[in-house]
């Protein structure tokens, strides 16, 4: 979990001080939100299908408890 915040940190450190990597992130994100709008709410759908996909194969553990 620290090694998570740790690299979380570092990652948001390097938006902050690079303007040009943090002008392609911004503008990536509202490429995406753009995206989502443009083909709703079949968009919605899809995006919670893939996340609670992925949280039911994260879960999954191929040795028994």
């Given at each position: 979990m620290l090694?998570?915040?740790g690299l979380m940190g570092l990652a948001?450190?390097?938006v902050v001080i690079s303007q040009p990597f943090r002008m392609t992130v911004l503008h990536g994100?509202?490429?995406a939100v753009?995206?989502?709008n443009h083909y709703s709410p079949l968009s919605y759908i899809g995006l919670g299908?893939?996340?609670l996909g992925g949280a039911a194969l994260s879960l999954?553990?191929?040795r028994p408890h």
């Open positions: 090694r998570v915040f948001c450190g390097f994100i509202d490429a753009s995206s989502l299908i893939v996340f999954h553990s191929p």
